[in-house]
């Protein structure tokens, strides 16, 4: 029996290992870093994406005040020529990074999403346009919190 | 709860095509307990894709702090009646599906 348990260790950790390896490449262009960060700050190094300018063709459209945090639709333009990519992030959230969409050609910097949000909060949105970089916030009232319950 | 199916609506806007889609999921959260107590784990889509005729056009990338049961709207610029959209997702458990509706 002694003998048996480590052994069942070892075939289970090499049945793991052979199942999850192509799982890990396959989403490998989810970024670890930037969505493992727990504040906004470390989000955007994880993310390469800090030194955004304000803008104001950066267009967040959501509630002011949000009933329930467990579902907050934020609306999101990007008005700036050529605008490639799109960041959300709750900052307070416990992992504030919320979405990054990125969009080839044949489809509007355009995304409609709906959020859940721990209590009252900045969102920010940052977009990407020929490498520079351009932001936003808006700032959501949380009257009931949707991340625990 | 586990995942379950997908709708998705394709229709002509003013110059655009709007995609709506549903996606049925618990996008758990890691921090909630169920009624024994014990945490849920971490259960959430990682990935989304768009797909207009066989080409993907916005790739999205996602956290647990998205919604239950996402649901998103994305914009195609221009679009013909029959276009083929196809949106499909991979969460980390590493559980797929996809769904394909033409514009209407």
């Given at each position: 029996?002694?003998?048996?348990?480590?052994?069942?260790?070892?075939?289970?950790?090499?049945?793991?290992?052979?199942?999850?390896?192509?799982?890990?490449?396959?989403?490998?262009?989810?970024?670890?870093?930037?969505?493992?960060?727990?504040?906004?700050?470390?989000?955007?190094?994880?993310?390469?994406?800090?030194?955004?300018?304000?803008?104001k063709d950066v267009v967040i459209e959501a509630p002011q005040i949000a009933e329930n945090g467990?579902?907050?639709?934020?609306?999101?333009?990007?008005?700036?020529?050529?605008?490639?990519?799109?960041?959300?992030?709750?900052?307070?959230?416990?992992?504030?990074?919320?979405?990054?969409?990125?969009?080839?050609?044949?489809?509007?910097?355009?995304?409609?999403?709906?959020?859940?949000?721990?209590?009252?909060?900045?969102?920010?949105?940052?977009?990407?346009?020929?490498?520079?970089?351009?932001?936003?916030?808006?700032?959501?009232?949380?009257?009931?919190?949707?991340?625990?319950? | 709860?586990?995942?379950?199916?997908?709708?998705?609506?394709?229709?002509?806007?003013?110059?655009?095509?709007?995609?709506?889609?549903?996606?049925?999921?618990?996008?758990?959260?890691?921090?909630?307990?169920?009624?024994?107590?014990?945490?849920?784990?971490?259960?959430?889509?990682?990935?989304?894709?768009?797909?207009?005729?066989?080409?993907?056009?916005?790739?999205?990338?996602?956290?647990?702090?998205?919604?239950?049961?996402?649901?998103?709207?994305?914009?195609i610029k221009g679009g013909a009646k029959g276009d083929r959209i196809e949106v499909s997702w991979?969460?980390?458990?590493?559980?797929?599906?996809?769904?394909?509706?033409?514009?209407?």
């Open positions: 029996m002694t003998l048996m348990k480590p052994m069942r260790r070892i075939l289970l950790g090499a049945l793991l290992a052979f199942f999850f390896k192509p799982l890990a490449a396959l989403a490998a262009s989810w970024n670890k870093d930037a969505f493992g960060a727990k504040n906004a700050a470390d989000v955007l190094k994880g993310l390469g994406a800090s030194g955004a300018a304000p803008s467990a579902v907050v639709p934020i609306e999101i333009v990007s008005n700036v020529p050529g605008t490639t990519s799109i960041v959300v992030l709750i900052e307070k959230n416990p992992f504030p990074l919320a979405g990054v969409f990125e969009f080839m050609d044949g489809a509007l910097p355009f995304v409609r999403l709906n959020v859940k949000m721990g209590e009252t909060s900045d969102v920010r949105v940052i977009a990407e346009a020929g490498g520079r970089r351009y932001t936003a916030t808006k700032e959501i009232k949380v009257t009931i919190g949707g991340c625990g319950g | 709860m586990a995942a379950g199916p997908m709708k998705m609506r394709a229709t002509l806007g003013a110059g655009y095509t709007d995609v709506r889609v549903l996606m049925t999921h618990p996008m758990e959260t890691g921090q909630r307990k169920d009624s024994d107590g014990k945490l849920i784990p971490l259960h959430f889509i990682q990935q989304v894709t768009v797909k207009l005729n066989g080409r993907a056009v916005v790739e999205g990338q996602i956290s647990q702090g998205i919604s239950r049961n996402p649901v998103f709207s994305f914009r991979l969460d980390n458990n590493g559980e797929t599906n996809k769904t394909e509706a033409a514009v209407a």
